[in-house]
Antibody, heavy 117, light 107 residues
């Protein structure tokens, strides 16, 4: 069974940092593009970033460029999102997703990030 | 960036109804479109990709059509478990963009 489990969310002050993790199981993690997608409270979905199977290509939405870094460790079947210089508008549930290049075929349950003083 | 517009944003329907949700892209995206279903407090679930290809395990009452800029998701016979919010997403170009969502509520 495909499973993605996010962790690392929480309350952080504006300007602070947080690192999200996503543990994958039930599929060959190293064979798939992986993505982060977020959803602000009561709002729609927003694609954040994705990373190629070997980590050689990474793409970001403009609003997080220079602040967020996506990475992966195929030996640990894990995906990461390092988030720096956090802003109130980054408050959201962050989902990791995997499968296809630009549309996640399977998703984790999400982790909530709240940026507030 | 390509913008995706869904209509309506919400509507009420009854079990057994045939329902159609529309998604429009601000520029042509060929058939690079996916549809997701999301229930409250849950992660989205992929229903359809390539505009009309049903994801494995998704009931056949769901279907998708369209290409270019105009797309539809149809549920042929609405079931109780189908009351949810539906999102379209283009993956023709970066950044991949979602529509604003369509909430299907019980009448």
């Amino acid at each position: 069974e495909v499973q993605l489990v996010e962790s690392g969310g929480g309350l952080v002050q504006p300007g602070g940092s947080l690192r999200l993790s996503c543990a994958a199981s039930g599929f060959t993690f190293s064979s798939y593009w992986m993505s982060w997608v977020r959803q602000a409270p009561g709002k729609g979905l927003e694609w954040v970033a994705n990373i190629k199977q070997d980590g050689s290509e990474k793409y970001y939405v403009d609003s997080v460029k220079g602040r967020f870094t996506i990475s992966r460790d195929n030996a640990k079947n894990s995906l990461y999102l390092q988030m720096n210089s956090l802003r109130a508008e980054d408050t959201a549930v962050y989902y990791c997703g995997g499968g296809s290049y630009l549309f996640p075929m399977f998703w984790g349950q999400g982790t909530l990030v709240t940026v507030s003083s | 960036a390509i913008r995706m517009t869904q209509s309506p944003s919400s509507f009420s329907a009854s079990t057994g109804d045939r329902v159609t949700i529309t998604c429009r892209a601000s520029q042509g995206i060929s058939s690079y479109l996916a549809w997701y279903q999301q229930k409250p407090g849950k992660a989205p679930k992929l229903l359809i990709y390539a505009a009309s290809t049903l994801q494995s395990g998704v009931p056949s009452r769901f279907s998708g059509s369209g290409s270019g800029t105009d797309f539809t998701l149809t549920i042929s016979c609405l079931q109780s478990e189908d009351f949810a919010t539906y999102y379209c997403q283009q993956y023709y170009s970066y950044p991949p963009a979602f529509g604003g969502g369509t909430k299907v509520e019980i009448k």
